[in-house]
């Protein structure tokens, strides 16, 4: 896999819930410098859910991540160079 291939996957919906059912599983078991509030996980989640639609209500949603910390031929998802 090139490295285009590995940073497209990696902004995938898929790899993105990969990462946080494994990050998930480690907060589960203590093993991360934060803890899940199961109490509190359905409110939260209908809050962020209420902002979301407040911001975006046609949920087109910009896209948005940390990809300005790879070096530039690294921003383009799928590129080969």
């Given at each position: 896999m090139n490295k285009g291939s590995q940073v497209a996957y990696l902004l995938s919906p898929r790899a993105?819930?990969?990462?946080?059912?494994?990050?998930?599983?480690?907060?589960?078991?203590?093993?991360?410098?934060?803890?899940?509030?199961?109490?509190?996980?359905?409110?939260?989640?209908?809050?962020?859910?209420?902002?979301?639609?407040?911001?975006?209500?046609?949920?087109?949603?910009?896209f948005h991540s940390s990809l300005g910390t790879f070096p530039r031929r690294w921003s383009r998802p799928g590129s080969d160079s």
């Open positions: 993105i819930r990969e990462r946080a059912a494994l990050v998930r599983a480690l907060a589960d078991k203590g093993k991360t410098h934060f803890r899940i509030n199961q109490d509190k996980l359905s409110e939260t989640s209908q809050f962020v859910l209420q902002i979301t639609k407040e911001n975006y209500p046609d949920l087109k949603i910009p």
